[in-house]
């Protein structure tokens, strides 16, 4: 069964510091692998997108690692901003012919003044 | 530009009603999707369009749940009758092309259900 899980599930740091989100996926074929940003009622936003053959990718502050040998990932903010605050999901992607994708439930990020 | 316009942004109905959801894709996209996102959770595949044509709604509730797409561009989401257990948020999101690694999925801000 195709499923993405994340850890943890809410984290609360201090602005300015850095945190790490981790992901596990069990996913045949695997596409890419993205993470998103959803601000509360708001849409999600892309944040990274990477495939088989990339093992990190960065956006600002955000870098995402990928290994798919033991099929984890992981978001890593740096310099926590209070606009950070956030749920941050992963997706994996399977490869399907067609793009179909497996969403985790998120980390809910609290970045505390 | 423009990104995924959605309506309306929020929707308050009474079980048993029926209710319709809008979106428009970002021009040129193929691929247009509908989501369900229940709070706290991530969100659920209900519908996946490549141009006017279906190519996955095997979690789309038929007996309850209509999706089109005429014409390949803007697409309909339809509830009737409504439950309560549809309160959520209904995500409509687009991409460029079906395939392929790396193309951005660009997701609206969603419309807000409530039933009572």
């Known amino acids: 069964k195709n499923q993405v899980e994340q850890s943890p599930q809410s984290l609360i740091i201090l602005e300015g510091k850095n945190c790490t989100l981790q992901?596990?996926?069990?996913?045949?074929?695997?596409?890419?692998l993205r993470w998103y940003k959803q601000d509360t009622g708001r849409g999600p936003v892309s944040l990274t997108i990477?495939?088989?053959?990339?093992n990190t990718k960065s956006n600002g502050r955000y870098t995402a690692t990928l290994d798919a040998d033991t099929k984890q990932s992981s978001l890593h903010i740096t310099a926590s901003q209070l606009s950070d605050s956030a749920s941050y999901i992963c997706?994996?992607?399977?490869?399907?012919?067609?793009?179909?994708?497996?969403f985790g439930t998120g980390t809910r990020l609290l970045v505390s003044p | 530009e423009a990104g995924v316009a959605q309506s309306p942004r929020y929707k308050i109905i009474e079980k048993r009603q029926s209710v319709a959801f809008w979106c428009n894709p970002i021009?040129?996209?193929?691929?247009l999707y509908w989501y369900q996102q229940i709070l706290g959770q991530g969100p659920k595949l209900l519908i996946q369009?490549?141009?006017?044509?279906?190519?996955?709604d095997s979690q789309l509730p038929k007996d309850r749940f209509s999706a089109e797409r005429l014409k390949g561009v803007d697409s309909t989401l339809k509830i009737q009758p409504a439950k309560l257990e549809d309160s959520a948020v209904y995500l409509c999101?687009?991409?460029?092309?079906?395939?392929?690694?790396?193309?951005?999925?660009?997701f609206g801000e969603g419309s807000w259900l409530t039933v009572v």
């Open positions: 999101a687009s991409s460029f092309r079906r395939e392929g690694s790396g193309n951005t999925i660009y």
């Open positions: 992901c596990n996926y069990t996913v045949s074929p695997f596409s890419n």
């Open positions: 990477m495939t088989f053959s990339e």
């Open positions: 997706v994996v992607s399977v490869n399907t012919g067609f793009q179909k994708l497996v």
């Open positions: 021009s040129g996209h193929a691929t």
């Open positions: 369009f490549q141009n006017n044509g279906v190519v996955d």
